[in-house]
Every structure is written in structure tokens, then in C-alpha cells.
């Protein structure tokens, strides 16, 4: 079993920073891609940022030159630093994470969110 908790969110001026965490407990070794995903009531969930097991990162264009995702060498937390934040950037924010292998395999987890506000 995977279990995801995000923290590091809050409220920020336009212009500030942020540093997102999720914390992955149990078995990493199964995970593949770790992902933050995004959420503003009565819009769909939306990509942000990827990373996966050897580093290679995405990004959504809406957040490409400002945020970088990263991740520790065990893999047990993934963060997400977000600078020159926008009002536009105000969101819950999720941590992703899918199986690919032993017990994982086909299997995606989500976090329970953590909020981002960014006012004007």
C-alpha cells in the first residue's frame, strides 16, 4: 500500500514562493511516475509537473521557467518549489503516484491536497 500526504501549502502574494511535500510512505520501489496535479472548484484535476524514477521531469506550460518538482533518493518525498506564483496558480494541489510493479502494478494514489492561494 502507498500513502501520500501532501504539506507546504498556503497563502501568498503575487510574485511569492512556495515549497510543496508529499511524503510517500511504504513501498517506493513500485512507483513509477510521481506527479502534482491541481484543482480549482467546477474545473477538472489538471497536470502541473511530473518526475519519475531516473529524475526525467514535465512540466505544464502554464508553469514551466516557475516551478520545479523534485524528488530525494529514496524517492520518499517529492516537492515542488513554486516561484513567481500567480493568482491564477490558486488551487489544491495533489500528489500522484502510480504502480507499475510487484503489488503497486496498476494501482494510482492520490493525496488528500493541500491548498495554495495566491492573492493580488
Known amino acids: 500500500q502507498v500513502q501520500l500526504v501532501e504539506s507546504g501549502g498556503g497563502s501568498v502574494q503575487a510574485g511569492g514562493s512556495l515549497r510543496l511535500s508529499c511524503a510517500v510512505s511504504a513501498i517506493t520501489w513500485c512507483i513509477g511516475d510521481m506527479n502534482w496535479y491541481r484543482q480549482v472548484p467546477g474545473k477538472e484535476r489538471g497536470f502541473v509537473s511530473g518526475i519519475d524514477a531516473n529524475g526525467r521531469t514535465t512540466y505544464a506550460d502554464p508553469v514551466k521557467g516557475r516551478f520545479t518538482i523534485s524528488q530525494s533518493n529514496s524517492r520518499s518525498t517529492v516537492n515542488l518549489q513554486m516561484n513567481s506564483l500567480k493568482p491564477e496558480d490558486t488551487a489544491m494541489y495533489y500528489c500522484?503516484?502510480?504502480?507499475?510493479?510487484?503489488?503497486?502494478?496498476?494501482?494510482?494514489?492520490w493525496g488528500q491536497g493541500t491548498q495554495v492561494t495566491v492573492s493580488s
Open positions: 500522484k503516484a502510480i504502480g507499475i510493479r510487484g503489488p503497486c502494478a496498476n494501482s494510482v494514489y
